[in-house]
């Protein structure tokens, strides 16, 4: 059983920065894939980064790359994502999620019926 507590968002201004942080519990989190994905209002829960059990692999969506970081602290069993020069599109609830070790591009395309756990989210609103 994996217990996961999203926080850290806010409201942040188009171009600046801000960092989400998910606490994890339990004795598998170093074993397990983690991943981030958002919700908008009005459409469904999407995938945004992923990132191996061990830190050395990451995988994101097309449109967060090279804006966005995800990583993760096994010794503080928490998981990051960085996320500079945020756009008004990507405002949403944040979601924190955890699964099986299977790889990262199986992640992005199974969606949310890949993951295991899930946290209850924070909200992320980036202003114009």
């Known amino acids: 059983q994996v217990q996961l507590v999203e926080s850290g968002g806010g409201l942040v201004q188009a171009g600046g920065s801000l960092r989400i942080s998910c606490a994890a519990s339990g004795r598998t989190f170093s074993s397990n894939t983690m991943g981030w994905f958002r919700q908008a209002p009005g459409k469904e829960r999407q995938f945004v980064a992923a990132?191996?059990?061990?830190?050395?692999?990451?995988y994101y969506t097309d449109s967060v790359k090279g804006r966005f970081t995800i990583s993760r602290d096994n010794a503080q069993n928490t998981v990051y994502l960085q996320m500079n020069s945020p756009r008004p599109e990507d405002t949403a609830v944040y979601y924190c999620?955890?699964?099986?070790?299977?790889?990262?591009?199986?992640?992005?395309?199974?969606?949310?019926?890949?993951?295991?756990?899930w946290g209850k989210g924070t909200l992320v609103t980036v202003s114009s």
């Open positions: 999620a955890a699964g099986p070790p299977i790889p990262l591009t199986v992640v992005a395309t199974r969606g949310v019926d890949g993951m295991d756990y």
């Open positions: 990132i191996s059990s061990s830190g050395g692999r990451t």
